[in-house]
């Protein structure tokens, strides 16, 4: 074999490596993990919207880490936004970024990289902010927005965060357990899932409570259920909208106390 044949065997290798790599299931074994059934299909999918209603410790945030950089890397000159009810919430989804990058052999070099911030020298940017309103406010054109613990956001913020994906048509991720009957993040959920009707088909949902997980074992999950409250165990282990903790009234006895039977009631004017 020449050396130009032994150069072009190497380069088809390459090729076809990055190739393997550009795939979810490559990439994620390039990241350093092997990823489950569901994080395969969240990691293939274009959907613009989707909600991830996931068990704790089930990978969400891990396969959410890798849809952050693959779209840093593949897409130049992209934003995205990692925002979380607070700054270690953002921090830590950050890092699993950061841990990728690391496993893959910093495939594009960064040009800046701090704490909670990577530039990449293809012009894209991963940047981890707490999730208040005013920490998000200078930003536009994102190309993906990724809200983890997405029930415990403010709506506020989740209303100010939409017109930053009307001119670049990018996507956005909620990622979270549920926590209660409310808040945007439920009442997404509930759209796409009504006990009556048509669902919304406005996002992409996947939901994957802890006994589907294959690193949780039914012995731990006993001990669990034990040793928490019901309605805990249920909502984060359980991926099920529970009344809150926190709530004076069941989420079904409000619904109850409202009524269109109705009659409107009309004052009259006195004098």
């Given at each position: 074999m020449t050396r130009s044949s032994v150069v072009l065997a190497v380069r088809r290798e390459d090729v076809q490596a990055e190739i393997a790599r550009r795939s979810a299931i490559g990439f994620a074994r390039a990241a350093g993990y092997e990823p489950d059934p569901w994080q395969v299909q969240y990691?293939?999918?274009?959907?613009?919207?989707?909600?991830?209603?996931?068990?704790?410790?089930?990978?969400?945030?891990?396969?959410?880490?890798?849809?952050?950089?693959?779209?840093?890397?593949?897409?130049?000159?992209?934003?995205?936004?990692?925002?979380?009810?607070?700054?270690?919430?953002?921090?830590?989804?950050?890092?699993?970024?950061?841990?990728?990058?690391?496993?893959?052999?910093?495939?594009?070099?960064?040009?800046?990289?701090?704490?909670?911030?990577?530039?990449?020298?293809?012009?894209?940017?991963?940047?981890?902010?707490?999730?208040?309103?005013?920490?998000?406010?200078g930003f536009s054109g994102a190309r993906l927005i990724v809200i983890d613990e997405a029930a415990r956001v403010d709506d506020g913020l989740y209303y100010a965060i939409r017109p930053m994906l009307a001119v670049s048509h990018g996507r956005i991720v909620g990622l979270s357990t549920p926590w209660g009957k409310r808040g945007w993040w439920y009442e997404a959920w509930a759209a796409e899932h009504p006990t009556q009707g048509e669902p919304a088909g406005l996002w992409e949902c996947y939901q994957m409570d802890a006994t589907q997980c294959p690193r949780y074992s039914p012995e731990w999950l006993a001990n669990e259920r034990r040793g928490m409250p019901e309605l805990w165990f249920q909502s984060e282990y359980m991926t099920a909208f529970v009344d809150a903790i926190d709530q004076l009234f069941a989420a079904d006895q409000i619904a109850q106390a409202f009524s269109d039977d109705v009659e409107a009631f009309h004052f009259v004017g006195i004098g």
């Open positions: 990691l293939s999918s274009t959907a613009p919207q989707v909600l991830l209603n996931i068990a704790r410790q089930s990978g969400k945030s891990t396969a959410t880490a890798t849809l952050a950089l693959r779209t840093a890397l593949y897409t130049p000159e992209s934003l995205i936004l990692l925002l979380s009810p607070g700054e270690r919430q953002s921090g830590e989804i950050f890092m699993k970024v950061e841990q990728q990058y690391e496993a893959l052999n910093r495939p594009v070099r960064t040009t800046k990289h701090t704490e909670l911030q990577m530039e990449f020298a293809n012009g894209s940017r991963i940047i981890a902010l707490p999730g208040k309103e005013w920490t998000i406010r």
